[in-house]
């Protein structure tokens, strides 16, 4: 078979993606399904690190807008149940027999390791999936800004977007049928047509470094692996 395209990536998955139909919490079945996906692209010899959100327990902006907090400390929040996400995440992979380490931007020595750049890179060099947990570490952005962040720090080559449809569209394909998908979009294009695939400081971050971005849908099963091999999958930022 074909080496894969992409030798080290970082995938980011929302927090939307951990849970089920009630879109809350975390669900065992969508944990387990994505733990195998993640085991067929590491049993490619692809180097693997996630990046995970936490939009199905916290969103900082939300909490703020809700009540009383103060919305920096709901980013705060936000970032604690990233760790929770990174926790369920880790146990599942393990119990698949997939090695992992979780990496948290705030110090919680009790639960995992800090955040370590050259620790990051020795882990995934011996084949350990590792787990970006409490994002940036510093409120106001949001995990995908994250995703890009890790990627160029650790030198990833190529950032995998996993989201609940096919790829980037002109316009929202649950609500517009005649909605058409993006094969490929240049930075530019994805920046300044305003399309809310990610953040523009994380679209930026990979344009800077030259990491292209795939958005590519995570309920088929087989597409990350798809994906990290080159194949047409989704929509390629570049
Ligand atoms: N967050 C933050 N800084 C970061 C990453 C996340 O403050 O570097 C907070 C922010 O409030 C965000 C929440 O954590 O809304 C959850 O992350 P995100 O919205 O990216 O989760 P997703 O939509 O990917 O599930």
Redesign the pocket.
Known sequence: MADPKYKRVVL?????GLCGEDRFGIDGDELGRIAREIKTVGDLGVELAVV?????I?????VAKDSDVEEVT??????L??VINALAIQDTLESIGVQTRVQS?IGMDRVCEKFIRRRAIRHLEKGRVVIFA?????????????AALRASEVQADAVLKATQVDGVYDADPKTSPTAKLYEHLSFDEAIHKRLRVMDVSAFDLCQQNGIPVIVFNLKHPGNMAAVVRGERIGTLVS
């Open positions: 980011k998955i929302s927090g939307e995970v959100g936490a939009g199905n916290v969103r900082g902006a939300v709901g980013h705060y929040m936000g970032m149940a990233t931007a409490a994002g940036t570490g510093n409120p106001f952005v949001t995990t995908d800004t994250c």
